[in-house]
């Protein structure tokens, strides 16, 4: 499968995904914490939404149980968001091979998977945008937008700008990715694609707020490079942005510049990975504030973590407090170095 990254990081790719890297912590002093309230002022309405990383799917289709508390989060949501990293076939394939970097999910997995999270389909928007939507060109592209439309799932990535409604109003949308597979195959031609200029191009009204959706950065780093950082200080300067990035497989910083908010990676919510803080999987939950049914932008947010293991022999999320001592303690370092209890620049 052809390769979007530079030679380099082709050479050592297999190295960060074994161990992912926290090179570059330092350019982000002040990371906010876990959880935060009273960003702004409180609107007349409110709505949660719930975002969530990477769903890829795991070996041989094997469906993971929820917790209650995973459930209860996803339910306390007006909308929950996903990121579709793999086009939807039609059916599961016996013995499916987990040793290929093509992914597919067969709908039977995903009405299974649904079912196991007490999630209404209807609640859902799964976002396109990503490096791995045209693994099966347009045949599975196609198919994945036809299973959507038959559930009444919403999708998001197919147009520069797009709306996401929400009981309290709509929030407008921008989601973009910076990395594409098969760039030549007529799927990966027609993604939007993230660059450093690509929210110049949008005209945003005045204080406007805006939901983007950057699919960027390298694999298997908790913190990104300088660059991604200057543009989100770039954007941020009188705009109000919320920023929810995705593809790095690991969670990243929370900072804040302005009157804007990035989340720079989700990490992985449901994934094939090698190594544990790969299998954490974060459920961002975002209150939004409407004024005459208009987005002002976020009030709060909260991060919960789950870990995806396998104990006694069952596939399941599962708190970070249930884990072996050993990895906990090694989770709890990792996640307080990212996420500092207080802020030390709000
Ligand atoms: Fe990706």
């Known amino acids: ?11 050592n790719w297999l190295r960060y995904h074994v161990r992912p890297s926290l090179k570059s912590l330092d350019l982000y002093p002040n990371r906010l914490p876990r959880v935060a309230q009273s960003l702004r002022a409180a609107g007349e309405a409110n709505a949660r939404v719930v975002f969530a990383g990477d769903l890829i799917g795991y070996y041989a289709e094997e469906r993971p149980r929820a917790s209650p508390d995973l459930r209860r989060t996803l339910n306390d949501a007006d909308r929950v968001w996903i990121n579709l990293e793999a ?16 992914f597919k999910l067969s709908e039977e997995y995903l009405d299974e998977l649904w079912q196991e999270l007490a999630l209404d389909p209807k609640k859902l928007i799964l976002n396109l945008a990503n490096n791995h939507i045209a693994d099966f060109g347009e045949a599975g592209f196609r198919s994945t937008v036809e299973y959507c439309e038959k559930r009444g799932i919403a999708l998001t990535g197919r147009a520069k700008r797009e ?39 949008l005209e945003l009204r005045d204080d406007e707020h805006l939901l983007v959706f950057p ?28 920023v929810v990035g995705l593809h790095s497989h690991v969670p990243g910083p929370i900072v804040r510049e302005a009157g804007s908010i990035c989340f720079q990676s989700l990490g992985n919510f449901l994934g094939l990975q090698l190594s544990w803080p790969t299998r954490l999987s974060p459920l961002l939950s975002v209150d939004f504030a409407f004024r ?6 976020p009030t709060g947010y909260r991060m919960d973590f789950h870990y995806l293991r396998r104990h006694g022999g069952i596939l399941a999320w599962c708190k970070v407090e249930e884990l072996s001592p050993s990895l906990r303690e090694k989770v709890q370092a990792r996640l307080s170095l990212i996420y500092p209890e207080e802020s030390r620049s709000p």
Request: a positive charge.
């Open 215 to 242: 699919h960027w950065g390298l694999e298997f780093r908790h913190f990104q490079a300088a660059k991604y950082r200057d543009w989100f200080r770039r954007l941020a300067q009188g705009r109000n942005l919320t």
């Open 1 to 11: 499968m052809p390769s979007p990254y530079p030679f380099l990081e082709n050479l």
């Open 163 to 201: 709306t996401l409604g929400t009981s309290a109003g709509p929030i407008a949308i921008a989601a973009a990715s910076e990395w594409m597979n098969f760039a030549d195959d007529p799927v990966g031609r027609s993604t939007v694609k993230w660059n450093e200029n690509y929210l110049d191009e």
């Open 292 to 297: 005459g049914g208009k987005c002002l932008g």
């Open 87 to 102: 086009p939807i076939a039609e059916r599961r394939k016996a013995g499916r091979s987990p040793r290929t970097f093509r």
